[in-house]
């Protein structure tokens, strides 16, 4: 009886901190779900966000391994 008191404590005290958010409010995703920023995923990004006129950055901040961490900035008015 003591273990399953003592266990039901435990989920107790550990389910709020399942409520925590990993994802990015903006984006919507958690980083494990758009994936490793690798050579080819961010040579890709790069090509796609350059047609639309945009830079390809790392967030301020991000970490530059995970691909939700960088953004498609819009071009800056009156640059050339």
């Known amino acids: 009886m003591i273990k399953v008191l003592a266990i039901a404590v435990a989920l107790a005290t550990l389910a709020p901190l399942a409520a925590c958010s990993t ?3 903006a984006e919507g995703n958690p980083w494990y779900q758009i994936g490793d920023a690798t050579y080819d995923s961010i040579k890709a990004a790069t090509l796609a966000c350059k047609a639309k006129d945009g830079t390809f950055e790392l ?3 991000g970490d530059p391994t995970h691909m939700g961490d960088y953004q498609c ?3 800056r008015k009156g640059a050339t």
């Open 23 to 25: 994802t990015d409010p």
């Open 59 to 61: 967030k301020k901040g």
């Open 73 to 75: 900035a819009a071009p």
